[in-house]
């Protein structure tokens, strides 16, 4: 074995046991600035010297006594905390990461005022708002009565909170109250007067409805309304901005109108009408005579039968709501009293009658009267007294004859009747016709007639025979061959007698069959061709048939057997066909009924409509016919002479209307095509309803059809065809921004377009306006110093103030002092707020410069008189130098050479200006002693 040759030693190694500390997190959050307790309590971690345990890491944290930690800044920190046992050179840490923030600052926007009922939306428009501890919905807010209200606006960020306030002002609504004559406008009333009150609005805006432009701001308007219109009222509280609307019908009613039928001057007996010239029906009328008021009577009576005299009439027509009244004064005239006579006459000599008339005017009023005889035979005169008459009895087969007097005064007519003048005179015999034809046998009685009366009256026959009953019915015969009778006629009186004679002709009676029509009963349209024949019939050897068609006893046509019916109009007929060969006739009759051709045309109001529009169309059928519509849509219409409709779907549409009688044979069309264009559709959009003055205002819109046209009226004189735009308001007030939106089509007169109104409320901008207590200079301070400055605030309507110094916020004081140390010029501006939050700015520029810094040497300062010195003038910042020695100049900034003269002590200063414009002053005191006198004493 090998020897061991190493060396040993023994030691012994003690293990410490240290003790443990653990945090129970990995993280911590605290806010800053504030002092934070330790998230752990570390003595219960440690076991050796817990006193002597610090905090460290990049950066370190300090430890509070109290053991709580204090930090400097906001960031991510890693803390650790070490135990150390001093005796044993042992240690133990723990680290835990540390996050210091800070809560977020919360610049809330002041919320403009709102009227009861509106929303506002807060800023920021997230969830973190409540009012009387009831959260907010993303910070809308909606109020429903007056008053104020604070909104609390709470925000975290890891574990820090921040909360701050505002005011929500609400304001009241202003009342309102609409009052009128009467909701009825007669259309001869002229004006009717209707008011509208409030006890707390100022501002008023009448409209008509459906009209976005004002037509009045007075309390009350007086409007004449062609139709019924309804008017609108929008009372605003100008101090407040809230508004209220009402509405107020005013139904127009057409008036009656009361007027006279009649002149002014009228004769006794006269009947005094009114004209009804009103359109309302079941009128009532009132007549006033002499202001005497008589009841309501109906339009067919009058005044009437008025003795003579002068009158005042007045008429008064009313329906339930409305009246009239027309006024006349007349003046009724007495007619004249007229008689007439006749003289010679005779009624065996018709010749020659003289007539007379006289006339008595009872009536105070000269009358320029005019004569009018009519003598009843033909003949007249406009004389009072007349030529004489002549009665031509033979002429005019005539035995009495009436005469009148019409008597024509300047007022009044008077037509006077002397009755009848009868003559007996010489009898006049006035046969028929010459000669009278029939058929053996021939019954007949001799037609005449007699002027006069006469005594007797006879027949004689050709064979002597005297008839003297001329009643009596004469029967001839004949056989074989036509025969012709000679019967004479004789008439006498007292005054003379006449005869005349008549021939009688006589034919054999021959045998004629009957007519046959095979026509059934017919039924055709107006203008239909309808054809119908007779079946010939055999007469009389030596006669010719003759063929006569009656339509419902009317002669049609003779000849024939074919009838043409196609120019008969609409009816029931009888059709007669008589057959005749000259002395007996055969009959047949059909009846037969023509029904009316129908006519029909559409008249429409328009052949281009939109979806939904209402097409009125109506047609020229008469009543009777049957009417049936196809709308072409698949809606039907039936026995409606005038339709209404609407179409839900654009296209084109065939429309045809049928006209067809009562029996169905005829009927007639019509056919017209309508153009049915889609509907518009437009919805108006505001990015805000409050603005300030000459801020911009987004407004958009959207529409059904993108290629529809669109127009803004934004209310302020300008528009826009864009569907998106921008613009401002020069001026406070509330205003009402239509858009439009049609389509290029015209549907009479206007193409299918939409509207939308949206409103926005340009609250007014506060004035900002300041100044400075040396405006226009420079400000000086020496280096290191600081100037104060006083900013007078002289702004209005100002509820919150921002300073800026070159951008830079320094106060929110209404009056605050701008304090600074930076050399230069500086802009200053003040941003002023209202209440609503609107703003205005204004900026003035202030100039701070540095005084110079000098140093004045003068070597030496003191000596004999004359004393010589050295200047050195040392200025830093220095733009000129001027010295001076009491009140005189002995140099600049360049060193000099100065002799000062005369004991005494010498005022030096130095004076220097910056570019700035910034001056300093430095001086020193040069002593210039006297010389000493030299003194000799003499002894005596």
């Known amino acids: 074995m090998p020897c061991d040759t190493s060396v040993r030693d023994s030691a012994v190694i003690t293990v410490i046991q240290v003790g443990s500390i653990q945090f129970s997190n990995n993280s911590v ?258 007549w006033i005579l002499n202001e005497n008021y008589s009841n309501p009577i109906n339009v067919e009576e009058a005044y009437y039968l008025l003795p003579e005299g002068a009158y005042s009439i007045s008429l008064i027509v009313q329906d339930n709501i409305c009246s009239d009244t027309a006024m006349q004064d007349v003046y009724v005239f007495a007619p004249p009293i007229v008689n007439t006579s006749v003289l010679n006459f005779n009624s065996c000599n018709p010749n020659d009658i003289e007539f007379q008339a006289e006339v008595l005017d009872e009536d105070s009023v000269d009358f320029n009267y005019s004569y009018s005889w009519d003598f009843g035979n033909g003949s007249n005169s406009s004389d009072l007294i007349p030529s004489p008459v002549t009665y031509d009895l033979t002429a005019n087969n005539q035995l009495d004859y009436t005469y009148w007097l019409s008597v024509t005064g300047t007022y009044c007519a008077s037509v006077v009747s002397s009755g009848q003048l009868s003559f007996d005179s010489i009898p006049h015999i006035q046969l028929a016709t010459d000669t009278i034809y029939g058929c053996s046998p021939f019954i007949t009685e001799i037609p005449f007639s007699t002027l006069g009366t006469p005594h007797t009256l006879t027949l004689t026959l050709e064979d002597g025979t005297v008839i003297t009953n001329v009643d009596t019915l004469l029967e001839f015969t004949a056989s074989g061959i036509t025969q012709t009778f000679k019967v004479g006629i004789v008439a006498w009186n007292d005054c003379g007698f006449s005869k005349d004679s008549i021939y009688i002709q006589v034919r054999p009676n021959p045998v004629v069959a009957f007519i046959v029509t095979d026509i059934p009963l017919l039924g055709a349209c107006e203008g239909d061709q309808i054809n119908i024949s007779g079946v010939n019939s055999i007469g009389s050897v030596d006669s010719t048939l003759s063929f006569s068609w009656y339509l419902d006893g009317d002669l049609l046509f003779v000849g024939g057997g074919f009838l043409n019916l196609n120019d008969i109009g609409p009816g029931q007929y009888d059709i007669l066909l008589n057959v005749s060969d000259g002395c007996s006739t055969a009959q047949d009759s059909i009846e037969i009924e023509i029904f009316g051709q129908p006519a029909i045309t559409i008249l429409s109001d328009a052949d281009t409509v939109c979806v939904n529009q209402i097409i009125e169309l109506q047609s020229t059928a008469e009543d009777n016919f049957l009417i049936s519509w196809d709308m072409g849509d698949g809606d039907f219409y039936y026995n409606d002479q005038t339709i209404s409709h609407t179409y839900a779907t654009p296209g084109l549409y065939e429309i045809i209307v049928e006209a067809r009688d009562s029996s169905g044979l005829c009927f007639a069309t019509d056919t017209i095509t309508n153009l049915v264009w889609p509907n518009t559709e437009i919805e108006g959009f505001v990015d805000t309803s409050y603005a300030c003055i000459e801020t911009l205002v987004e407004f958009t819109s959207t529409t059904n059809n993108p290629s529809n046209n669109i127009n803004w009226d934004f209310g302020n004189g300008a528009n826009s065809v864009f569907g998106m735009d921008v613009t401002s308001y020069p001026e406070a007030g509330v205003y009402q921004a239509v858009v439009t939106a049609f389509n290029s089509i015209t549907v009479n007169g206007f193409g299918c377009e939409a509207t939308d109104t949206v409103v926005v409320n340009i609250l007014p901008n506060p004035i900002s306006l300041f100044s400075l207590n040396n405006l226009g200079e420079t400000y000086c301070i020496a280096e290191g110093e600081s100037v104060s400055i006083e900013l007078n605030n002289q702004s209005s309507e100002g509820f919150a103030y921002r300073w800026y110094a070159d951008e830079v916020f320094f106060s929110d004081l209404e009056f605050p002092v701008f304090e600074t140390t930076e050399v230069g010029s500086q802009t200053i501006k003040l941003i002023v707020y209202s209440q609503f939050g609107c703003a205005d700015s204004s900026s003035s520029q202030i100039n701070v410069g540095l005084k110079p810094e000098m140093i004045l040497n003068v070597t030496p300062k003191e000596g004999c008189d004359p004393l010589l010195s050295e200047i050195e003038p040392v200025c830093i910042g220095c733009e000129s130098i001027s010295i001076w020695d009491g009140g005189f100049i002995i140099g600049d900034g360049n060193p000099s050479t100065q002799i000062f003269e005369g004991a005494g002590e010498h005022f030096i200063s130095q004076i220097g200006e910056s570019l700035e414009g910034c001056v300093d002053t430095v001086s020193t005191i040069v002593l210039v002693k006297p010389n000493p006198v030299p003194e000799f004493w003499v002894s005596p």
């Open 29 to 286: 959050s605290i806010c800053f600035p504030s002092s934070n307790p330790l998230p752990e309590n570390l003595d219960n971690y440690t076991t050796v010297n817990p006193s002597n345990g610090v905090w460290s890491g990049p950066p370190a944290l300090n430890l509070l006594p109290n053991g709580e930690l204090n930090p400097s800044s906001i960031g991510n920190f890693w803390a650790v905390y070490t135990v150390n046992d001093a005796s044993t050179g042992c240690s133990i840490l723990d680290s835990i990461q540390v996050l210091v923030t800070s809560p977020d600052s919360l610049p809330l926007d002041i919320p403009e005022p709102i009227c009861i009922g509106e929303s506002l939306q807060l800023e920021p428009s997230q969830s973190g708002w409540s009012v009387d501890g009831i959260p907010l919905n993303n910070g809308l807010y909606t109020s429903s009565a007056a008053g104020f209200e604070y909104a609390v606006y709470t925000q975290g960020a890891v574990g820090c909170e921040v909360t701050d306030s505002v005011i929500i002002v609400v304001n009241p609504l202003p009342t309102i109250n609409i009052t009128s004559q009467g909701q009825a406008f007669c259309t001869n009333q002229g004006t009717i007067t209707i008011s509208g009150n409030s006890n707390t609005g100022d501002e008023y805006n009448w409209y008509v409805l459906g009209n976005a432009s004002s037509i009045s701001t007075n309390d009350s308007i007086f409007v004449s309304p062609a139709n019924n219109t309804s008017y609108a009222l929008q009372i605003t509280d100008t101090a407040t901005n809230c508004s209220i609307n009402d509405t107020i019908l005013v139904e127009v009613i057409t008036s009656p109108e009361a007027d006279f039928a009649a002149a002014i001057n009228f004769c006794e007996g006269d009947t005094i009408w009114p004209i009804n010239n009103s359109t309302p029906a079941n009128l009532q009328y009132s």
